[in-house]
T-cell receptor, first 118, second 114 residues
Framework: AQSVAQPEDQVNVAEGNPLTVKCTYS??????LFWYVQYPNRGLQFLLK??????LVKGSYGFEAEFNKSQTSFHLKKPSALVSDSALYFC????????????????FGQGTTLQVKP | DGGITQSPKYLFRKEGQNVTLSCEQN?????MYWYRQDPGQGLRLIYY???????QKGDIAEGYSVSREKKESFPLTVTSAQKNPTAFYLC?????????????FGPGTRLLVL
């Protein structure tokens, strides 16, 4: 079965330091991977996605993510964190060979809270 | 949140009552989705619709119903059969259902039980 794991419930980082939010996935086919951010009591905002091609994907607000097929990972990164980056981050996957191939459904991780301290 | 609106922002349900959550999009998207968000569990798919007048059950459809009479609208009804409705409900849409299509989310409706 397809799944997404975000192994850290919370990540703490000082402003100006680099940040990494981890995501690993399990699918039977080639994955389509997404990152979203959610601010309190708001909907999800799309950050970036990996479909194919270059393993390093650049997205909104200075975020990027690296697809690593051998480690089945898609970690979100930013070179210099801002206090305003503090939010809940979700990794999601679609597996064309799984049931999301029929439904278009995204399979979400449980989310990681990023806390950036001044 | 783009061109997707959800109303109301907060909704209170009494025991035995059906309530309807509104979702409207002006993005001309064909596909629409309803997700439920519970703390620490990520998002789970309730229903989805690929096209007008068609919809399919997701992973947790029991106690919910939907309609898709217009392209821009995909209302969700939480029926009295849903015994644990307290959650944050998110509507999303995408141009199509291709694997690389991005889903865009509305601002959400928080449903609370009185």
């Amino acid at each position: 079965a397809q799944s997404v794991a975000q192994p850290e419930d919370q990540v703490n980082v000082a402003e100006g330091n680099p940040l990494t939010v981890k995501c690993t996935y399990s699918v039977s086919g080639n994955p389509y991977l997404f990152w979203y951010v959610q601010y309190p009591n708001r909907g999800l905002q799309f950050l970036l996605k990996y479909i194919t091609g270059d393993n390093l994907v650049k997205g909104s607000y200075g975020f990027e993510a690296e697809f690593n097929k051998s480690q089945t990972s898609f970690h979100l990164k930013k070179p210099s964190a801002l206090v305003s980056d503090s939010a809940l981050y979700f990794c999601a996957v679609r597996d064309p060979s799984g049931d999301s191939g029929n439904t278009g459904k995204l399979i979400f991780g449980q989310g990681t809270t990023l806390q950036v301290k001044p | 949140d783009g061109g997707i609106t959800q109303s109301p922002k907060y909704l209170f349900r009494k025991e035995g009552q059906n309530v309807t959550l509104s979702c409207e999009q002006n993005l001309n998207h064909d596909a629409m989705y309803w997700y439920r968000q519970d703390p620490g569990q990520g998002l789970r798919l309730i229903y989805y619709s690929q096209i007008v007048n068609d919809f399919q059950k997701g992973d947790i459809a029991e106690g919910y119903s939907v309609s898709r009479e217009k392209k821009e609208s995909f209302p969700l009804t939480v029926t009295s059969a849903q015994k644990n409705p307290t959650a944050f409900y998110l509507c999303a849409s995408s141009m199509g259902q291709g694997m690389g299509e991005t889903q865009y989310f509305g601002p959400g409706t928080r449903l609370l039980v009185l």
